[in-house]
């Protein structure tokens, strides 16, 4: 698929698809084999990993915190993260931690590809905000437990600038268009992206942050559900989204509200980015 057709099915659907190259296909499938292995430790363990500005460990039990609406753990990892100098890392932690170095390493190419596709669709120079400077990269592995919820991740647009998906264990996946809910698949042979509210932003509004959600399979009900993805900050940028105004996006809109939303109302949801990247 050439740049004009994934330009169109860009605009058409609202993602497009990308080859995923062997080896990145390595890479993804070593970060999940590791990111398993880390999920497998101790809660005690894992909590020692405090959540700081790039990166750590992440519970969202709604057992323990009621606001939740959905139940994960997750871990965010930047480019220049390692873990708290106090904390003493098992293996587990240290393969972990290595798989999801190499991983950013194989995404890059990848990653300008979609910069440069992003750039043609717009006018606007995504190269030069998503992919110059690799410090608004941040890779998210999840996990969700077997669970009875029907939503396991409340609908959304991503606050980045786009989401790179990369990997998804078992179905559920769910893209609001044209006026309904879709399923999503993910074959292993290609990697999926799509915008999020700052993409809309630098764009103009000619692209949309796609809004999307996921929903319980019986295969999540029974084996939980891991799922990996880049979240593609603009480094580069001046602006970001807005959270301590507006809040989580989960609450900002309705479904697919921002789609027909004109620039000049859909910019104040924005503020100028502090000197501390928040890729969150």
């Known amino acids: 698929m050439n740049k004009n057709e994934l330009s169109e099915m860009l605009l058409r659907d609202g993602f497009a698809k990308v080859q995923y190259p062997a080896s990145l296909r390595l ?6 084999k ?6 497998g430790q101790s809660l005690e363990h894992k909590m020692q990993i405090s959540f700081l ?3 750590g460990y992440e519970n969202k039990d709604p057992k323990i915190d009621s606001k939740l609406v959905d ?11 390692d873990f708290p100098t106090d904390f003493k890392q098992t293996a587990e932690d240290a393969t972990f931690l290595a798989a999801g170095h190499t991983l950013f390493n194989e995404i890059r190419p990848v990653s300008h ?18 992919v110059e400077k690799e410090d608004g990269w941040v890779i998210r592995a999840l996990w969700y437990p077997p ?65 999307h959600r996921v929903v319980s399979s019986p295969e999540s009900r029974s084996k939980g559900r891991v799922s ?11 602006m970001k989204y807005d959270k301590d105004k507006w809040g989580p996006t989960q ?30």
């Open 147 to 211: 669970q009875e919820n029907n939503i396991l991740a409340a609908y959304h647009p991503d606050k980045s600038g786009h989401t790179v998906h990369l990997f998804d264990s078992v179905p559920g996946f769910e893209r609001f268009w044209e006026g309904e809910w879709k399923s999503m698949s993910f074959p292993e042979t290609e990697a999926v992206f799509f915008p999020g509210m700052l993409g809309q932003y630098y764009s103009e509004c000619k692209v949309k942050a796609l809004a």
């Open 71 to 81: 139940f994960k753990e997750d871990f965010h990892i930047n480019r220049s993260y």
């Open 113 to 130: 590809l979609i910069a440069e596709m992003l750039s043609e669709v717009t006018g606007v120079d995504f190269v030069k905000l998503a």
């Open 27 to 32: 890479a993804v499938s070593n970060f999940v």
């Open 251 to 280: 609450q900002l809109l309705a479904p697919g509200q921002n789609y027909t939303m004109p620039f000049e109302e859909f910019n104040k949801y924005f503020t100028e980015r502090p000197s501390v990247i928040d890729s969150r």
């Open 34 to 39: 590791a990111w398993k292995g880390f999920v």
């Open 53 to 55: 500005g790039n990166g």
């Open 228 to 238: 990996i993805v880049l979240f593609t900050d603009y480094a580069n940028g001046l």
